[in-house]
């Protein structure tokens, strides 16, 4: 007689449980937050149905994680494979994505380490691979290795060198603390270190992991080769013998220093301005004497700030967990995220550069959200001959519960510096706000408060939990009517406003020209790199006035209140949750 096994008769079960009640599916995974220094503490976090687990064979399959240290307070739903066209990532013949949303080019050279970010507790360095064909002046190259520093501890991972790329063959070499470290092969294999610092995961058989290094980094990583369609593209002119097998990688940084450094590193201090500027086709950067390690474990690049066993004091200052956003300087950054400057010019959530034009005095609807809606008004002019209007951002419109703000850029023939062209308005209520620096309004209802950053045109407009905007006036200089032929007319010097955004909680279907840029799933039609790309969408979003929340695709009412289990996206909402790797805070769902 045969004897049936346990596995079996489960199968057959759940086949006649399935043939009577339909497909049964496996609960979606639920964790609670159980540390009290965490802002989720106390709740329990339950998986969708789009992605009821942390783990899938399939790796174009979103996994569920879930953040417990961060106002979102809900799942995010991820591909676990780095996305080179987003924060963190170092892909190609280096491209970077950096912390501030700018790509640029590192080339470093071939056979030569350097340090990708450097921070009091913790180290990463890359080896650059490489191949100069005859009549360069540079190598091209690419990562070939990563190695990691941190407390007493390393660990790195290298693209084995092949003459031919294999598929099926797995192209990752690991060691950690000196010894080599084998990962079986095949899906969902894992292994951790002896002291639990260090975590590997396959997310497909061969060639895909995820590292984890608690509290300091997650690092997504791919081995591709170079392929003969990128050699006939960029004529690297690849020898037979090698096919350059490297690494594409996307970081994720649970906290870091304001003054990290590093070629990545640095594009996550508060106060860095990249010298690689959004638009340019191919922006390449210096530094390798800076950056320059002597060994792939080696923490003595001239500026590395990483030292073995160092400990961090508390005081230490953290900026934001992926360093996005200006922690000392409260002006506008017209080349961070939430961005809306210039001939419109916008950085949008997902990092994209776009530019939105719209058309001279009318109105459109920045942002709208259940419990708040933005809208902007432009201004223009166009010249003869033009078939389109230049125009800029001069008013801002807020509508949140019952109540209205506004805030103009005021018309002047000539620009002084000595006077102040802003004015304000609350519930239809002219405010004066006297100049001067650090001079403030607060409502005593609401606590919307307007603050002075200088003594003139430059103000901070806050909404606790809900938006703080930077802003500035400034004119339409003489310099920038010569360099793009604006022709502006001696009556008008277009006063209108540089603004950047801050928010504390936005939904997953947030709308609005630049608010669409927020949502979770949000494909850009404007892709990074593009000199100056150029998006529609005038009829959805235009409204009737600058306190009008009436566009096709607005969602704001009036005197709506978030509940707490509304989808919360991302506290600043300058960050990805979803699209690829790039930018969440959080641990993984494990069963």
Not at 281 to 302: F, H, I, N
Request: with cysteine.
């Amino acid at each position: 007689m045969k004897i049936i096994s346990s596995s079996c008769i489960l199968i057959i079960l759940l086949f006649f449980v399935s043939g009577v009640v339909g497909e049964v599916k496996a609960a979606p995974y639920s964790y609670r937050c159980e540390n009290p220094s965490n802002r989720c503490y106390g709740r329990t976090i339950t998986c969708p149905d789009e992605c009821p687990t942390g783990s899938s064979e399939d790796p174009k399959v979103k996994v569920c994680y879930i953040n417990c240290d961060s106002p979102i307070c809900r799942p995010e739903c991820k591909h676990r494979r780095p996305n080179c066209d987003s924060f963190g990532s170092a892909c190609y013949d280096p491209r970077f994505i950096g912390g501030d949303g700018i790509v640029f080019y590192f080339h470093g050279k071939s056979n030569e380490h350097f340090s990708l970010v450097s921070d009091r507790n913790f180290q990463i360095n890359a080896r650059f691979i490489g191949h100069r064909p005859a009549g360069r002046t540079r190598d091209f190259t690419w990562i070939q290795a990563l190695g990691f520093l941190f407390n007493s501890h390393t660990f790195s991972l290298e693209a084995t060198k092949v003459a031919t790329w294999d598929d099926n063959i797995d192209h990752l070499k690991f060691s950690y603390n000196g010894k080599e470290v084998i990962v079986p092969v095949g899906p969902l294999a894992v292994w951790n270190s002896p002291e639990k610092n260090v975590k590997i995961e396959r997310i497909s058989s061969k060639n895909s992991v995820v590292v984890s290094i608690p509290e300091v980094a997650e690092i997504a990583v791919n081995v591709v080769p170079v392929t003969k369609e990128d050699d006939r593209i960029h004529k690297y002119k690849i020898p037979s013998h090698d096919c350059f097998a490297h690494l594409e990688v996307q970081f994720r940084f649970y906290g870091l220093s304001a003054k990290v450094e590093g070629v990545l590193g640095r594009t996550y201090q508060p106060d860095f301005e990249n010298p690689a500027k959004p638009g340019v086709a191919m922006p390449v950067v210096g530094g390798e004497d800076k950056y320059r390690t002597t060994s792939l474990l080696s923490p003595d690049c001239k500026t590395c700030l990483y030292s073995p066993t160092k400990v961090p004091d508390q005081e230490s200052p953290l900026i934001v967990e992926y360093g996005t956003l200006d922690c000392t300087d409260r002006k506008p950054n017209c080349d961070g995220n939430g961005a809306a400057c210039f001939d419109p010019h916008f950085i949008g959530g997902d990092g994209i550069v776009f530019y939105f034009q719209g058309k001279r005095n009318e109105h459109l609807g920045l942002f709208s959200d259940h419990n708040l809606h933005i809208n902007s008004r432009f201004i223009g002019l166009r010249p003869a001959g033009r078939t389109r209007d230049f125009t800029w951002i001069q008013a801002l419109g807020i509508l949140f519960g019952s109540h209205t703000f506004s805030l103009e850029a005021t018309k002047a023939a000539t620009w002084d510096d000595k006077i102040d062209h802003l004015s304000f308005s609350y519930d239809g209520e002219e405010l004066m706000l006297p100049e001067g620096p650090l001079s403030t309004w607060k409502s005593s209802e609401t606590k919307m408060k307007i603050e002075r950053i200088s003594s003139k045109n430059s103000v901070v407009v806050s909404l606790p939990n809900v938006v703080e905007i930077s802003v500035n006036v400034v004119p339409i200089t003489k310099e920038d009517d010569r360099i793009h032929n604006y022709q502006i007319a001696s009556d008008d010097c277009f006063a209108h406003l540089e603004v950047q955004f801050r928010f504390f909680g936005l939904s997953p279907g947030v709308e609005g020209v630049l608010g669409r840029t927020y949502q979770p799933d949000i494909e850009n039609p404007a892709k990074p790199g593009e000199a100056m790309p150029v998006v529609g969408g005038e009829d959805k979003y235009r409204t009737t006035s600058l306190l009008s929340e009436d566009c096709k695709a607005c969602i704001f009412t009036p005197n709506n209140v978030t509940t707490k289990e509304s989808s919360v996206i991302m506290e600043y909402g300058m960050l990805d949750c979803t699209g690829g790797f790039s930018r969440g805070n959080g641990i993984v769902c494990k069963k």
